[in-house]
């Protein structure tokens, strides 16, 4: 276990336990229930390669701490949360996937706000990973992955990591297909890294002023707390103060998807998390969803998975 996800343990008094685990057997699930809240945080060690973790948290109180980095590079997404975490690039928001490098023995301070759920996946990549696994295994010597991820702006959205994180959530196996897809899903990541670093690179990317990327950002917050709505592009590029088409070139250079992908893979994300984790008929799911029917929604479901909303429910409990 790394020192973070240690640090943030104890802090919690959260304990190990196997009953009634929410996820993947394989994972070593920690609980906690206390003055400040409840919760759970569910972690996975790949050898000394690499550690998932999955947590999700409700708070009757602002909850802060701090913890004490180590040698990583770090990928986490937020699919909810109401945070006043002091990154040195800015505070966290739902929605948004944080990637960056974290040198050893840095501080960060938490402040994580009541009431609002906080529900994060992340993965830690170590040294061992990034500095040799990748040159032998693959022979990657000419980049530094700890200095390309410098190009990624602060709340970026990727949905190849948003998909990827999707799929290790969900896996259930045992403890060999575990470790086999958990490190082909962490290679996979690498290359989705390496190759969007290479497209944020590129002159017309960099063009995007920070202002219009922070603009982005809070709209996609919004829209990712109400997946019910039909949205209009007219009405979020006025709310945005800019032009439809500006709205839409700023929205994919931004997030890699056109606004209408963007929403139909949010819509089928969350409809995944409803149909293993609740007992809503699959027309209650849709309705949720703003689906003018199951129908639409059963074959919008099954173009993005492959497999019908009900096969899915089946598949993810077993």
């Known amino acids: 276990m790394t020192k973070s996800y240690q640090s943030f343990i104890e802090h919690t008094g959260s304990t190990l336990t196997k009953k009634g685990a929410l996820l993947n057997k394989?994972?070593?699930?920690?609980?906690?229930?206390?003055?400040?809240?409840?919760?759970?945080?569910?972690?996975?060690?790949?050898?000394?390669?690499?550690?998932?973790?999955?947590a999700e948290h409700s708070y009757t109180r602002d909850f802060e701490y701090s913890v004490?980095?180590?040698?990583?590079?770090?990928i986490q997404q937020y699919d909810s949360i109401d945070s006043d975490r002091r990154y040195s690039h800015g505070n966290v928001s739902s929605g948004m996937q944080y990637i960056d490098y974290a040198p050893g023995?840095?501080?960060?301070?938490?402040?994580i706000k009541k009431n609002v759920p906080a529900k994060v996946i992340s993965v830690q990549l170590l040294p061992d990973?990034?500095?040799?696994?990748?040159?032998?295994?693959?022979?990657?010597?000419?980049?530094?992955l700890k200095k390309d991820l410098q190009v990624f702006p602060h709340g970026v959205v990727i949905p190849e990591i948003a998909a990827i994180f999707s799929k290790i959530r969900s896996f259930n196996g045992t403890e060999l297909s575990t470790r086999l897809f958990f490190k082909s899903k962490i290679d996979e990541l690498t290359a989705i890294l390496i190759q969007k670093a290479e497209e944020f690179s590129l002159?017309?990317?960099?063009?995007?002023?920070?202002?219009?990327?922070?603009?982005?950002?809070?709209?996609?917050?919004?829209?990712?707390?109400?997946?019910?709505?039909?949205?209009?592009?007219?009405?979020?590029?006025?709310?945005?103060?800019?032009?439809?088409?500006?709205?839409?070139?700023?929205?994919?250079?931004?997030?890699?998807?056109?606004?209408?992908?963007?929403?139909?893979?949010?819509?089928?994300e969350k409809a995944c998390e409803l149909?293993?984790?609740s007992n809503l008929?699959?027309?209650?799911?849709?309705?949720?969803?703003?689906?003018?029917?199951?129908?639409?929604?059963?074959?919008?479901?099954k173009e993005y998975t492959g497999v019908l909303p009900s096969d899915y429910r089946i598949l993810g409990i077993k």
């Open 105 to 111: 023995n840095q501080t960060y301070q938490y402040v």
């Open 26 to 54: 394989c994972f070593d699930t920690y609980q906690f229930s206390s003055e400040y809240g409840k919760g759970y945080t569910a972690l996975y060690q790949l050898d000394s390669y690499a550690s998932i973790c999955i």
């Open 129 to 144: 990973y990034y500095e040799t696994y990748l040159k032998k295994e693959f022979g990657i010597k000419g980049i530094d």
């Open 281 to 301: 008929y699959v027309a209650e799911i849709a309705y949720r969803l703003g689906y003018k029917n199951a129908g639409s929604f059963s074959v919008q479901f």
């Open 203 to 268: 002159p017309e990317n960099r063009k995007i002023i920070a202002s219009d990327r922070r603009t982005v950002t809070r709209i996609t917050e919004y829209v990712n707390t109400h997946l019910s709505k039909n949205f209009l592009l007219s009405e979020l590029a006025a709310e945005a103060y800019m032009s439809v088409s500006k709205f839409k070139y700023v929205f994919k250079a931004v997030t890699g998807q056109t606004f209408s992908d963007y929403i139909r893979q949010k819509k089928i």
């Open 68 to 74: 004490t980095t180590e040698d990583s590079i770090v």
């Open 275 to 277: 149909l293993t984790q």
